[in-house]
Structures are given as C-alpha cells and as structure tokens.
C-alpha cells in the first residue's frame, strides 16, 4: 500500500469518501493535523495531499503550521511527488510557487457548483479521465487571482477563474471538494447556513440543486480519486472510466 502524507487545518479533518475509493488503487492516507506538527520531510511517502481549511496561506499567525505546510510542498514540487491540494490546499500550492490569493475578489461559491474543464484538461494526467461540465462541492470565499507562469489551469467555474490547475508534472490544486458529498452538505449548521445566505444563497435551492446533482457529482468525484490515486501508485490501467 502506498502512502500519502495528508495536511488537516484541523483537528477533525478527513478525506470522507476519497479514502475508500483511494484504497481501491492501493494508496492509504495518514492525516496529520497541522497543530500537531508536521514530518521534516516526505522521506517515506509517495504522495501529499493538503486538505482545505479556513486560512489564507499566508495566515501564519494564527495558523502557525502553515510554514511548514508550504515547505512540504516546495518538496513534492521538487521531487515531482504526487500532491493534490483540495480548497486551501490549492491555494497554498498556488502561493508556494509565486502566485496569489485574495479574499473576497470574486463572488463567493457554496454547495455544489458547476466546473468547466479547459481544453488543457484533455491532456493533462489527472484531469483527461474527467468530463467537460460536471458539479463539485465549494464553500470558499477566498480565491487565487494569480497563477505562476508554469501553471496550467485546467478547470473554472462561472465566479472563479482558476478550479483546478497544475504545477509541473504532477502537482494539482483545486478550488472545489471532491470529498464533500451532497449528504455533507445537508449536516452543514445553522452557522454555516447562515453564513451562505448573508453571501446572497438561498439553503433550499442549495439544497435542491445539489440533489439534482447527486449522481453526477459522484461519478465524476470517484473518477478524480480514483485516477490520482492509480498516479500515485504507478496504475495506469482502469483508473476510473
């Protein structure tokens, strides 16, 4: 089985439904809350996948594991190891490499939203087994407005420009969760909700498209985990479609 080292920003962090469908291509996931302390290197793993969280990358005062967190991933950069950075986790790769991100720039995007894949998308590693429109989960008001130039953007969506992208051979960040599923959406609290109405959603039509969306979202999820997972551990045959 191999192994990815996985970042949490915080204590009751998880991969949710990637976890399964990453076992399936033999890759395990040991996570990590980043309060906690972090390894001094990746010696020992075969992937790194830092999840999402409330910071912006930068936020090392009040999040002061995040140094770390961009160390670890100049790292895979560096060792062109696997790395798949979900929400913050994205955004941190994007930073880690000179680009930049913003809060509230753009609009704000929650539950289950529609992504756009690029014509980069048909030929890139991880991306080429996903289809041209799907639906993935967001809950994010901060955004990166600046890619490096080596960055290939590789998905968008209709309020934010870069969903997906990725770093040299195979370090991908995205904006949009393909862990959450439409049944995590329905467990967010009355904070949550809140907080996504005072940013102009309506809860019921979240509620209602993202059912709509169910299965689609979940296909293209598992295709997503599925194929980075057989990257990982040098599977190429039947990764998902």
């Not at 996570?31 to 996948?49: E, K, M």
């Not at 992504?115 to 994010?140: C, G, K, S």
């Not at 870069?162 to 770093?167: E, K, L, S």
Request: proline share 6%; aromatic share 8%; glycine share 10%.
């Amino acid at each position: 089985m191999s192994q990815a080292l996985v970042i949490g920003h915080d204590a009751h962090a998880s991969l949710r439904r990637l976890a399964p469908w990453f076992a399936e291509y033999g890759l395990d996931g040991s996570i990590v809350f980043g309060a906690n302390g972090l390894p001094q290197s990746l010696d020992g793993y075969d992937a790194l996948i830092v999840l999402g969280g409330a910071p912006l990358p930068d936020d090392d005062e009040h999040y002061p594991w995040l140094p770390a967190t961009r160390r670890l991933i100049g790292e895979a950069l560096a060792r062109h190891m696997p790395m798949l950075g979900i929400c913050l986790g994205g955004q941190l790769l994007a930073y880690t490499a000179g680009g930049r991100v913003e809060r509230r720039k753009f609009q704000p995007e929650h539950g289950m939203t529609g992504i756009e894949a690029t014509q980069a998308a048909a030929t890139d590693p991880l991306f080429r087994v996903m289809p041209h429109d799907y639906t993935m989960a967001e809950n994010h008001i901060d955004h990166i407005t600046a890619l490096p130039d080596s960055a290939i953007v590789l998905a968008r969506s209709k309020r934010t420009p870069v969903q997906a992208f990725r770093i040299g051979p195979c370090a991908w960040g995205l904006q949009f969760h393909p862990e959450i599923a439409q049944a995590d959406i329905e467990r967010w609290d009355a904070r949550q909700k809140a907080d996504i109405e005072t940013d102009g959603f309506d809860w019921d039509q979240v509620v209602a498209y993202g059912r709509h969306a169910d299965r689609d979202n979940t296909a293209a999820a598992r295709r997503l985990a599925c194929r980075f997972a057989a990257i990982c551990t040098h599977r190429d045959e039947g990764t998902g479609r």
